[in-house]
Structures are given as structure tokens and as C-alpha cells.
């Protein structure tokens, strides 16, 4: 099915682990997106790109690692894990980088214990 | 970053109700969108202002872009069960940037049948 997919749905891991969440898109968008949700901030930008090997931080990127290697893909590794990155993590999609809507995945919800 | 100030941050209400939301800011923006999530997926766009006294529908809900273009309000008529959910404004200040992307804490919505 077309459309945006993140995985896994649920994770939970230790702290000082490293976790890669997983995002893929079959649209061919060029720019890609990870937000992170929790209460009291609303969504806030960690990582974007904007084609295949071109990425840039955003809002809170401390503590996470991006790679876009296919124009389709755009993994989120947790290098080491902290329990303050317990979250809901959103990836998403645009086709251009102006004036043009953002197509959210459903989302991995993270546990850090 | 930009502060989008949202209200309010949830609302119970009946069936058949309307309902307004709004978001305000101290800056311009020249953007202004709204985002419905759903429980356990990712924000769906519903509706996009890029002019300053726009006022927009989609079915039953209208939104505005205010004219002194640091606000902007939601509207939903009639309300419906389906409507429960996060109402989510975003801004996006110069050139309409994805990247720049500024979104409220969101506004909680149920909706008693």
C-alpha cells in the first residue's frame, strides 16, 4: 500500500541502548521528517531531510542520529538511550519544502526504562 | 523557538455542538494550518490558510487566518462523534517552510453522544 510507514509500533528498551526506528515512504517525496510528540510540547522537530544523503537538524536533535541513504527511507537511531527520549516519535513526508502539507506516519511509541 | 499559544486545551462537549478553537502568537506568521490526530495515528491536515483574512471550509469545519496575522481560529459545526480527537494548529513564519514549521500543544476535543 502507498503511503507512510513507521516501525515498530511499539518499542521498549533500557537505557543506554541504541534503537533505530524505522521510516519508509512510497510516495517518492523528497523531504522527510521526524517529529517527536509529548505532553506539554506538542510536536517538535528532531531531524529533516531534504533528498537522499542531505539532512539537517532541527528543534531537539541532541542525542539522535539520522542516515538517508534511499530517497524512500530515513531511519531515527537513539545512540544511547536516555529515559527523557520516552516519546512519540512521528515521521513524515512532503513532496516540496514549501507550501505543501506534511503526511504524518502513525507514529512508534518509545519507552525507555 | 516560536511559541503558538493554543486554547483551549480540551473540550467536552455534546453532539450536535459547535465548537472554536483558536491559536495565537507574539510573531507573524505566514502560514497557518490545522492538523486533526486521531487516537494511535499521526496528524491528518485538514485544512491550509496562506493569506491573512482568509477564511477556508472543509465540510463542516472553517478556519481564518487573522488579519493581524498572529492568529488563527477553527470552527466545527454540528459536531459528530467522529470529531474526537487532537486539533493541532501549526505556523510557519518566512517562505513557508516545511523546516520552520511551528505547531500548538494541540487542543483535546470529545464529543458526547
Known amino acids: 500500500d502507498a503511503g507512510i510507514t513507521q516501525s515498530p509500533r511499539y518499542k521498549i528498551t533500557e537505557t543506554g541502548r541504541q534503537v533505530t526506528l524505522m521510516c519508509h515512504q512510497t510516495?517518492?517525496?523528497?523531504?522527510m521528517f521526524w517529529y517527536r510528540q509529548d505532553l506539554g510540547h506538542g510536536l517538535r522537530l528532531i531531524y529533516y531531510?531534504?533528498?537522499?544523503?542531505?539532512?539537517d537538524k532541527g528543534e531537539v536533535p541532541d542525542g539522535y542520529v539520522v542516515s538517508r541513504s534511499k530517497t524512500e527511507n530515513f531511519p531515527l537511531t537513539l545512540e544511547s538511550a536516555t529515559r527523557s527520549q520516552t516519546s512519540v516519535y512521528f515521521c513524515?513526508?512532503?513532496?516540496?519544502?514549501?507550501?505543501?502539507?506534511?503526511?504524518f506516519g502513525n507514529g512508534t511509541r518509545l519507552t525507555v526504562t | 523557538g516560536q511559541q503558538l499559544n493554543q486554547s483551549p486545551q480540551s473540550m467536552f462537549i455534546q453532539e450536535g455542538e459547535d465548537v472554536s478553537m483558536n491559536c495565537t502568537s507574539s510573531s507573524i506568521f505566514n502560514t497557518w494550518l490545522w492538523y486533526k490526530q486521531d487516537p494511535g495515528e499521526g496528524p491528518v491536515l485538514l485544512i491550509a490558510?496562506?493569506?491573512?483574512?482568509e477564511l477556508t471550509s472543509n465540510g463542516r469545519l472553517t478556519a481564518q487566518f487573522g488579519i493581524t496575522r498572529k492568529d488563527s481560529f477553527l470552527n466545527i459545526s454540528a459536531s459528530i462523534p467522529s470529531d474526537v480527537g487532537i486539533y493541532f494548529c501549526?505556523?510557519?513564519?518566512?517562505?513557508?517552510?516545511?523546516?520552520?514549521?511551528?505547531f500548538g500543544k494541540g487542543t483535546l476535543l470529545t464529543v458526547n453522544p
Open positions: 510516495w517518492s517525496h523528497s523531504y
Open positions: 531531510s531534504a533528498a537522499a544523503d542531505i539532512t
Open positions: 490558510l496562506y493569506k491573512a483574512g
Open positions: 513524515a513526508s512532503s513532496v516540496r519544502e514549501f507550501f505543501s502539507p506534511l503526511h
Open positions: 501549526a505556523g510557519q513564519r518566512s517562505g513557508g517552510s516545511n523546516y520552520k514549521l511551528t
